[in-house]
């Protein structure tokens, strides 16, 4: 465990469903972030909060809403996704927005049907 | 645009020998970062080199970064089958971390 702690592991679900990723750190750390990474492209920064305010928005699509209701929990809810939406969805913590390591979680395999 | 670019895409070794990735980056940087990925797994970083530092160790790594020439290059010495695993490196844009496409290292016993 590396103190990120995601969740569910796994998830298929179908294009008019809702569902939610979770995400858990107990480092202490200030920031957060949700990464995706799809097959053969580099992972893709989709939102950055710090101090649970959200700091950027990589242009993501609305089917994908971000909540960080305190430091140590980050959500991502997602709502009428496609196909190409399956990805690893990966989230990490880093004690600051400046520059310090990121923790990462193992990640939501997400399949989109 | 990509932040960080590493070469080469795979590289294939025999467990014991060297491993050294390359890494290039655009835009100045405060820090350069390198991670690794076992299979369809999070990422746990490695070893972080600031602008200012030319070489860093940790154990069996070795990072160089040259800013004059944007680049960066991860030595792994005495290799390992358990090293077999995908690297990145990475730089801050905006507001998180950039990371390359990776580096897929795979060490053969």
């Known amino acids: 465990e590396t103190g990120v702690t995601q969740t569910p592991r796994h998830l298929v679900m179908g294009m008019t469903n809702k569902k939610s990723l979770k995400c858990e750190q107990h480092l202490g750390h200030n920031a957060m972030y949700w990464y995706k990474q799809s097959a053969k492209k580099p992972l893709e920064l989709m939102f950055v909060?710090?101090?649970?305010?959200?700091?950027e928005n990589n242009s993501v699509p609305s089917r994908f809403s971000p909540e960080c209701p305190n430091s140590s929990h980050l959500f991502l809810h997602l709502h009428t996704l496609q196909p190409e939406d399956s990805a690893l969805y990966l989230c990490a913590s880093s004690q600051s927005q400046q520059g310090a390591g990121y923790t990462f979680g193992s990640g939501t395999r997400l399949t989109v049907v | 645009s990509q932040q960080g670019e590493e070469d080469p895409q795979a590289l294939s070794i025999q467990e014991g020998e060297n491993a050294t990735m390359n890494c290039s980056y655009k835009t100045s940087i405060n820090n350069l970062q390198w991670y690794r990925q076992n299979s369809g797994r999070g990422l746990v970083h490695l070893i972080l080199?600031?602008?200012?530092?030319r070489e860093k160790h940790s154990g069996r790594l070795r990072v160089t970064l040259d800013t004059s020439k944007k680049s960066s290059s991860l030595l792994i010495t005495a290799s390992r089958a358990a090293d077999t695993a995908s690297y990145f490196c990475a730089n801050r844009s905006g507001r998180g971390l950039t990371f390359g496409e990776g580096t897929q290292l795979t060490v053969n016993p």
């Open positions: 909060y710090n101090f649970k305010e959200q700091t």
């Open positions: 080199i600031r602008s200012n530092e």
